[in-house]
């Protein structure tokens, strides 16, 4: 079936470096990429998302690029503060029988260490 | 805007018995929400997928007659747990997608549920 493999699993950087998160998808028929950050016990918060027909986009320290040929699609932090220390989930919009739905990645927990 | 609310926010509940748990937008209209549980340190996984006025459709292996869903207006679908068991101690959090949108989902906060 339908899956998305998310890497890493936990990530540990400085506070100022960058943190990269990579997630493949199986379906080629996606065409919606979002990503949530989660705090322990909270809901998901869409940080970013990126549709098919777009290759790359960016929200201040945030930016998100799709490579849709290789199924590919990754989450880039650049200068990273300890309030940006959370699970993060990268997700693909599938519509198998006409409903859209979301798979999720298995998460990354990221800590920014001060 | 595209605010989500859930609940209760937390329940404890006793082994046997029933929880409904409630989802709804607040500031606009939601053809479709999703249900999903959360196990600790775990992702979310879709539950069943709800849409107004017509039955849910449920994910492989989510048993229907365990977890009712009711989506009986276009800002408010409903969980039960019925005869809870330990196994369904989880997080349960819902999701509501815009009428007008064919993929963006709002999420609400959660419901923790623990059963005795």
């Known amino acids: 079936g339908e899956n998305v493999e998310q890497h890493p699993s936990t990530l540990s950087v400085q506070e100022g470096d960058s943190a990269v998160i990579k997630c493949t998808y199986s379906d080629s028929a996606s065409n919606y990429f979002p990503w949530y950050k989660q705090e322990l016990g909270k809901r998901p918060q869409l940080i970013i998302d990126?549709?098919?027909?777009?290759g790359e986009k960016k929200d201040q320290r945030i930016a998100v690029t799709l490579n849709k040929t290789a199924k590919h699609f990754s989450l880039h932090i650049t200068e990273t503060q300890p309030e940006d220390s959370a699970v993060y989930f990268c997700a693909a919009s599938i519509a198998p029988s006409g409903t859209y739905k979301y798979i999720f990645g298995t998460g990354t927990r990221l800590k920014v260490l001060a | 805007g595209a605010v989500v609310s859930q609940h209760p926010s937390r329940v404890i509940c006793k082994s046997g018995t029933s929880v409904k748990i409630e989802c709804r937008s607040l500031d606009f209209q939601a053809t479709t929400m999703f249900w999903y549980r959360q196990f600790p340190k775990q992702s979310l996984m879709l539950m069943a997928t709800?849409?107004?006025?017509?039955?849910?459709?449920?994910e492989q292996g989510v048993e229907k007659d365990k977890f009712l869903i009711n989506h009986a207006s276009l800002t408010l679908s409903t969980l039960t747990v019925t005869s809870a068991h330990p196994e369904d101690s989880s997080f349960y959090i819902c999701s509501a997608r815009l009428r007008t949108s064919t993929d963006t989902q709002y999420f609400g906060p959660g419901t923790r549920l623990t059963v005795l």
């Open positions: 709800s849409n107004e006025g017509s039955k849910a459709t449920y």
């Open positions: 990126i549709r098919s027909n777009v």
